[in-house]
């Protein structure tokens, strides 16, 4: 757990999180263990993380709880270009080491997943974000991170992973 607090992403949410980190070194003093660098010999491995700029994803963890919409300047890693987006954020997920803002853009009319480190500028309105209900949000996280985009087909196996990230 100490491992995974610290993988997050360091600094991100390091205020937030030292109080468990605390709590947590407390619990781990009161065990019993032979070897006092025990706690060493588990290991978490990340792979392909990317970094977010530290205010874009305060903003987006801010307007996701606070239930604001954003104003996004998105760079479109597929299509190599940035656009600007108003997006009411409905969660972050934290998938293979990155974070993700999971979201209903107002300029698409449909839910999108942002890469948070290729959000270039970022700032929160006061219009209250629009609520995507829980069926419809799972649906789209199915299909957006796992194994295989889209739905499943167990008619025939899927031979190739695709992930689809905003890209247009």
């Keep these: 757990m100490q491992q995974l607090l610290e993988q997050i992403q360091p600094g991100l ?7 468990m980190q605390e709590r ?9 263990l032979n070897d006092p660098d025990a706690v060493k010999r588990i290991r978490i491995l990340t ?5 977010p700029a530290l205010q874009h994803f305060q903003s987006a963890a801010s307007a996701v709880l606070q239930r604001k919409q954003l104003d996004i300047v998105y760079h479109s890693r597929g299509r190599d270009q940035q656009t600007e987006r108003i997006v009411s954020p409905q969660r972050l997920t934290h998938y293979r ?10 300029k698409r009319e449909a839910l999108r ?24 949000l799972n649906g789209h996280s199915a299909s957006s991170y796992g194994i295989f985009a889209g739905q499943a087909n167990s008619a025939r196996p899927q031979s190739r992973v695709r992930i689809e990230i905003a890209t247009d």
Excluded at 47 to 51: D, G
Excluded at 113 to 136: G, P, Y
């Design 47 to 51: 792979m392909l993380s990317r970094q």
């Design 24 to 32: 947590l070194k407390k619990i781990l003093a009161t065990q019993q």
């Design 97 to 106: 080491d990155n974070w993700y803002l999971d979201a209903w853009c107002h």
């Design 13 to 19: 949410l390091a205020l937030q999180l030292k109080p």
């Design 113 to 136: 997943s942002f890469a948070v480190e290729r959000i270039a500028a970022c700032q929160m309105l006061d219009h209250t974000a629009r609520n995507i209900n829980d069926s419809e």
